[in-house]
């Protein structure tokens, strides 16, 4: 019999409840935009230097205001904050249903960006909702809640192809259907996290706080961290879809049953990751994990075909799913609790000018360089992402009462 105390918090707050029942219907509409967006962009004629540039400006958005709005959320609370970035958003998925041309579309990723910058608060604002010797485990619950509803919703690529052969819709239609669907599940989601603003017991800023931050060292070190991590995963992993589709071929059904495929192993391993961690600490954890990567970055530049792109995709992503509980846990746990979303925005900020390079540069070096130039880029960044977490780490300590051990 399995003890699930050991996996998830002890204590689960009716708040926390609405919170992650927002966050399983988000799932459903990332896991239907992960299938679906990029060859939805392919079917409109889009290269993979456009598809660069596009997703650039999501990054460009963030960049600009994820600080004002972790700030802002410190200052004056979480709700406005949150309150903005839902109708921004909303405004984003509009334009991007209509869109057809490459202008329109950067002006959606612009807004998303925009949109996006306030989700800076919602990870401080989840972290206060468990006890601080918790946290482990409730972002290992809300990873496996969020992957497992990704991973259902990556299932809604093996629609297209029905709707073009028993419908006879044109494949572009097909596709902008299902993002329909995704758009409908991230409007439903927003009730869910109103009502977690509502009952939550959310401290009110104080009055009078210093403007100088006492975490600003956790802050640069997670900073480089992420930055290290963003330019690697963003020009490969977050080009995938275009990857195999020029590759092997790969539609939307064979990529909606990879991906779901996936999600599932990965929600297994972030409930079972924190568990790992409280045997060998979380930034000895957290290495191994990034360093056992790097062989499968560099096995992609050797598979012969998409069977086997799909073994080393699953493999790789299992074995960084270990981390994924892990990072935003020990960041919060070493954090200062009145800091949170300020540190939060601030790291999210510094490292966004990967974001904005990653995805453009992945496309360049796949189309004038070579396909598989990205993953052997990717292997030597993951190397140095995994020795740079635990020479800058591993001396953390905790704060708010913590006393899960770090390293």
């Known amino acids: 019999m399995i003890d699930l105390s050991t996996y998830i918090p002890q204590r689960i707050s009716t708040p926390a409840r ?15 935009f992960s299938v679906i967006l990029q060859l939805y962009l392919i079917s409109l004629g889009f290269s993979g230097s456009q598809l660069g540039s596009i997703f650039m400006w999501s990054s460009i958005g963030q960049l600009f205001l994820t600080i004002p709005a972790g700030v802002l959320a410190d200052r004056y609370g979480v709700k406005p904050v949150i309150l903005f970035g839902f109708i921004v958003t909303g405004i984003s998925m509009g334009i991007m249903l209509t869109g057809r041309t490459l202008f329109m579309f950067s002006v959606a990723w612009l807004l998303l960006g925009v949109g996006n910058s306030t989700g800076s608060v919602f990870g401080p604002l989840f972290s206060s909702l468990f006890d601080p010797d918790d946290l482990a485990r409730a972002f290992g619950l809300q990873g496996g809640i969020n992957i497992a509803s990704t991973a259902i919703g990556s299932l809604f690529g093996l629609i297209p192809p029905l709707l073009v052969s028993r419908a006879g819709f044109t494949l572009t239609r097909s ?29 009110k800023p104080e009055e009078k706080k210093s403007h100088i931050l006492r975490s600003c060292g956790v802050e640069v070190k997670f900073s480089i961290l992420y930055t290290i991590q963003n330019l690697a995963y963003g020009a490969f992993i977050g080009l995938f879809p275009f990857y195999v589709n020029k590759k092997n071929g790969a539609e939307s059904g064979a990529l909606g049953v990879l991906f779901f495929a996936v999600q599932l192993i990965r929600a297994v391993v972030n409930f079972g990751s924190p568990k790992i961690a409280d045997r060998y600490g979380s930034v000895r954890t957290i290495t191994a994990s990034i360093a056992g990567t790097v062989p499968f970055w560099l096995l992609f530049t050797w598979a012969p075909s998409f069977a086997w792109v799909s073994l080393i995709y699953i493999a790789r992503m299992a074995v960084a799913s270990i981390s994924n509980p892990l990072m935003p846990s020990l960041f919060y746990r070493i954090l200062y609790e009145d800091e949170k979303a300020t540190a939060n925005s601030i790291t999210q900020t510094s490292s966004m000018v990967s974001n904005i390079i990653a995805p453009r540069l992945g496309g360049h070096m796949m189309e004038n360089i070579h396909l598989e130039s990205t993953a052997v880029m990717g292997a030597g960044l993951y190397a140095l992402y995994s020795a740079s977490v635990y020479l800058l780490l591993r001396n953390e300590k905790p704060k708010n009462g913590t006393e899960v051990p770090l390293d």
Do not use: C, E, H
């Open 175 to 203: 596709y902008w259907s299902m993002l329909l669907i995704g758009v409908v599940f991230f409007v439903v989601q927003l009730p869910m996290y109103y009502s977690v603003l509502t009952l939550a017991d959310i401290k």
């Open 18 to 32: 609405r919170f992650l029942s927002a966050t399983a219907l988000s799932g459903l509409g990332n896991g239907v």
